[in-house]
């Protein structure tokens, strides 16, 4: 059953009244009230879409992905589709636009909701940027915001605006052109601009500012935002943690932090993996690189454990509302890390079984009652769309926290 | 000889039309011109200035104190007085504003620039105000920054306004009435607030945001100020060396990373020891708690050659306007380290000399030559006030970059 006190912010009551054609109260019918999606955004990062939606890979391959993605389906309504810039265009003025359309749309038609990452980020940028003046390259990343926001209006209302600031213009491992932007514009500087252009061309989508540092850098630096007037939506925070889970202290320690803003927080990347734990010497995730990572028997318990206790305590948080667990499956993921909640064989871990009974059981609403002399059924249910269904007949609604009566004809 | 590449920024050339009474030209005579005030601020804390100028102590003290400024105004043209709102009004409505008006007076009058500290910082704040709800705390705050700044204006025109942001709103050691209402207000929200104030009652005054902290928390903190349109007029730099030297590296790379705003650099708190060097694993310096702390020939020579090699550096760079040595003498000097300048005795410590070489011989100009047949002269010179004697006149002028030519009459 569910506790409604730890989910309070989660739920809400409703009264249906249900309504023949005429208008006449539908008395003492037995009705279903069942969540179809939830509000709250369960998501990972499925770039696989991309393959599927465009059948771009051979037969067998494309087989393979597409039960991928049932399997992801099956569990989550949030997807991250990837606009790094250098591998969405590689090539100056030929973006992977049609591509990515099609993924997206693919996702929209399946009710999941689809953010874009990044739309400036100093890694995997587009390196043609490197021949050219500062001026060009803020000119060229205001006009890939300008183009891709608009492309994506309506399919993609959610985006990573801008990715790990923190280390933006120190980032030494490489020269790219936005860090050396960002050294011209300083932190809050590129953050105000790029929100600035992105809101531009789509002015009602959420958008995110993302990162990997959770130490009180981050935290100076989002102050600094707002009391800039950068209107941020929600709070982006990584949480890669392949050198060991973080556990409940360190992780209720960052929420308690970054909730502190009264804004949002969304978990954009977190990954809990089924294998050994990296080691807590290496500074740079990038630089382990190993032949092989297994996926073994213990540690998918392990992962289990950690998923499920992750997960509750972020979903009690009321200021969470998106989860995204960057790798679906170890077929293509990070670091050749077993970071999915699928093997590479895409059969499910007991990860992904236990956080689809959380998401699909404990956390989900399906309940039936009867209609009284008036036509009215009162439940409460978690927040999400539902489907009511009365005898043959199945109508849809939303259970939101704004009005307390509606009345549904059947 | 003055390297004139290296002191460019802090040097000009003028032009000198000499002439009598009835406005005719001063010809072929001999001029002596004498820098008498650097316009760079040599300074160093010198609390010690309130005894004397309000001669609260027994007279051998007094004596000894005076001694002490004696030495100290044989070298240093600015001074830090301490405002700690817990010593300058421990007990509410009762602030020591006459004396610290007497010690700021009797450094004017010797030509000493003077710059407050702090008005708001968590450390040694009022203990007074944790009585108070945070609403009330803020308004005694504002109080207190409209009631000194008023009080101490045209005598303190500088201020470290706030101290210390970046730790402000996470201190932990103890409760206190600042951290509870930076905690409300957010860092940069905080750091609005006070300059706000100060502005508003000393609008010319020049407004530092001083911290120890000197990671990219600080330039992140400053970045967001800047940002949310707070107009700061230095960045405060502390600089306790207690635990050793910084060496040229790391000063040049800290000078590198704030140098980046285009503000006013100040080395507000700078220490540099002349006997052992704290222990590394020391994290908060105040705990570091010895009975005695000597200084020792052997590192005085170090601190000598640390003076030298650090305020070189300072002065050589364009953008700093201002260093103070935090402890002039070992008497009384923060956490009873041997920091000062001079001894407990008074005796000038090698660093002293060393330094007072460099700011009144190699960093001073003062010249000799004659007027042409038009009365003219013309020289090159550190920027600052200066002494033009002819004869048995004196007259007094600026060295600045603004105008080449300037008549003077004598």
Redesign the interface.
Known sequence: MVQTNEFAHRMASKTIKLVDKEGYPVAGKEVTLNLTNHKFLFGCGIFDAIEVANKIVPADRLAFQENKLEKFLDVFNSATLPFYWGTFEPEKGKPRTNELKAAAQWLKERNVTVKGHPLCWHTVTAPWLLDMSNEEILKSQFDRIERDVTDFKGLIDTWDVINEV?IMP?FDKYDNGITRISKDL????II?EMFAKTREFNPGATLLLNDFNTS??YE??I???????ISIDAIGIQSHQHQGYWGREKLEEVLDRFSHFGLPLHFTENTLTSGHVMPSEIEDLNDYQIPEWPSTPEFEERQAKEVEEMYSILFKHPQVEAITTWSFSDDGAWLGAPAGFVRKDNSPKPAYEVLKKLIKGDWSTNVKCKTDDNGMVSFEGFLGDYDLVCGDKKRSFKLDKVAETVQITI
Chains 1, 2 share one sequence.
């Open positions: 923190v120190i300083g932190r809050v500087g105000k009180i850098n100076i630096l102050d600094g935002c707002l009391q800039a007037g």
